[in-house]
T-cell receptor, first 113, second 112 residues
Framework: KAGVTQTPRYLIKTRGQQVTLSCSPI?????VSWYQQTPGQGLQFLFE???????NKGNFPGRFSGRQFSNSRSEMNVSTLELGDSALYLC????????????FGPGTRLTVT | AQSVTQLGSHVSVSEGALVLLRCNYS??????LFWYVQYPNQGLQLLLK??????LVKGINGFEAEFKKSETSFHLTKPSAHMSDAAEYFC??????????FGSGTQLTVLP
């Protein structure tokens, strides 16, 4: 099976702009989670979607949002970008709703200037 | 709040030596525990997981970890380090909420 894919892999944006990142989960996986990785804060949970519904949300401002489509693909959006949003954004998919392992994509490296 | 603590942000070992990366968790009930590895400019790769049952868990690339409830620990070991093991390692937990809570990571350096 193909792994989790994320597009684009690299992105440079300017403060104040918005950005949309895309994630395609492993075939058959219906749960998609998003994480932010920065040198200062480490890996932090953003949100999780299952069957097009947000099931859980981390402690991030409302500028961070996401959605999931009927084919389980997911997008996350960050509006009004700030310098501190520069990070590696990782998407992970999982086959079930029960606690289990998550499989990560390669990430999207976002740089905000 | 549930947390994961990784002791030692940097660990160096010689090639062929034992690798020991430490992880402790805080939880009132045994959680699900994971070790992930991250190579430069890549995502996270699952090494192994503990859910229930056998407390000694074997993973990929010769790694294993032992769940010790009394010590709330889940240390990662490998008997003989290889140069290709150089990477950053993350311990993580999840509970009834499916989100993963990660430790701060341990950068493993393997010396020739």
């Amino acid at each position: 099976k193909a792994g989790v894919t994320q597009t684009p892999r690299y992105l440079i944006k300017t403060r104040g702009q918005q950005v949309t990142l895309s994630c395609s989960p492993i075939s058959g996986h219906r749960s998609v989670s998003w994480y932010q990785q920065t040198p200062g804060q480490g890996l932090q949970f953003l949100f999780e979607y299952f069957s097009e519904t947000q099931r859980n949300k981390g402690n991030f401002p409302g500028r961070f949002s996401g959605r999931q489509f009927s084919n389980s693909r997911s997008e996350m959006n960050v509006s009004t970008l700030e310098l501190g949003d520069s990070a590696l954004y990782l998407c992970a998919s999982s086959p079930t709703v029960h606690p289990s392992e998550q499989y990560f994509g390669p990430g999207t490296r976002l740089t905000v200037t | 709040a549930q947390s994961v603590t990784q002791l030692g942000s940097h660990v160096s070992v010689s090639e062929g030596a034992l690798v020991l990366l430490r992880c402790n968790y805080s939880s009132s009930v045994p959680p699900y525990l994971f070790w992930y590895v991250q190579y430069p400019n890549q995502g996270l790769q699952l090494l192994l997981k503990y859910t229930t049952g056998a407390t000694l868990v074997k993973g990929i690339n010769g790694f294993e970890a032992e769940f010790k409830k009394s010590e709330t620990s889940f240390h990662l070991t490998k008997p003989s380090a290889h140069m290709s093991d150089a990477a950053e390692y993350f311990c993580a937990r999840s509970g009834s909420a499916r989100q993963l809570t990660f430790g701060s990571g341990t950068q493993l350096t393997v010396l020739p």
